[in-house]
């Protein structure tokens, strides 16, 4: 029997959070071996598994897996989450580099210089509600299903959810006109591996706040 994935990457969400999300919904246990200082960066780099000599990394099914669109590609093929069909398996990737597009503007933020963060803040808004999320209401609309694609849930349902969070931690408000976004969330969150991901004390990661941001420039030099 296979162990459990292993994911090498910093304690914080970063580009691991969604693979976290995944493996998480499909009901898989999965373990984290944190990269805490730039020795640790070294010493993976040097132990030759790393292609790319960067994270995140999953060991899974004897693979050392890296690239993030590799890695939840993989995770969502394997637990039946990437539809039923080529036809469907494309609508999946579009609506998911639509959410990799926002998320990577989120996810971006914490590093931003201070006097750039309000810009930045107003851009993600008003592209969070003029673009991506009456995109994706739009979808939920046109087929009055209860998920993206095919009726069924798919990877594209439990990445959108995981940035409805992030957007609602940047800004309550920004989810109030988009009912049937906020159906899918309600929805999402109440599968039963997702809520238990979802408790305090699981290993979804918290926002970086400023002390976290000014700990990890004094370790990382950045």
Known sequence: MAGKPKLHYFNMRGRMESIRWLLAAAGVEFEEKFI??????????????????????????????????????????????????????????????????????????????????????????????????????????SHGQDYLVGNTLSRADIQLVELLYSVEELDPSLLANFPLLKALKTRISNLPTVKKFLQPGSQRKPPLDEKAIEEARKVWKF
């Open 36 to 141: 805490d200082t730039p020795d640790d960066l070294e010493k993976s780099k040097k132990d030759g598994c790393l292609m790319f000599q960067q994270v995140p990394m999953v060991e899974i099914d004897g693979m050392n897996l890296v690239q993030s669109r590799a890695i939840l590609n993989y995770i969502a093929a394997k637990y039946n989450l990437y539809g039923k069909d080529i036809k469907e398996r494309a609508l999946i990737d579009m609506y998911i580099e639509g959410v990799a597009d926002l998320n990577e503007m989120i996810m971006l933020l914490p590093g931003c210089p201070r006097d750039q963060k309000d810009a930045k803040i107003t851009q993600i808004k008003e592209k969070t509600t003029n673009r991506y999320f009456p995109a994706f209401e739009k979808v939920l609309k």
